[in-house]
């Protein structure tokens, strides 16, 4: 689960180690990310409209982590 903020910005939402679910999620399950009650937070720095992208497939997608990584650590800024 990626998002990108109203500057373009792009960011990781899910997989992420501090949030406790792991990622792939096992089928036929319900699961909230992130778990536990927990919330994702809003900071008052770029605020604006946000958009959510979302990738699911019933099998693994081989890139995705690799993918994830380099949003992950800077590598994608847009």
């Not at 770029?46 to 650590?73: F, H, I, M, W």
């Amino acid at each position: 689960m990626l998002f990108r903020s109203q500057s373009g910005a792009v960011k990781v939402l899910f997989p992420d180690p501090r949030i406790g679910t792991s990622n792939p999620i096992a089928a036929a399950s319900a699961v909230t990310v992130p778990s536990g009650g927990r919330r994702f937070a809003l900071n008052g720095e770029d605020l604006g409209s946000e958009t959510v992208y979302l990738a699911a497939s019933v099998r693994p997608l081989a890139n995705l982590d690799a993918a994830l990584q380099k949003v992950a650590s800077g590598q994608v800024a847009s």
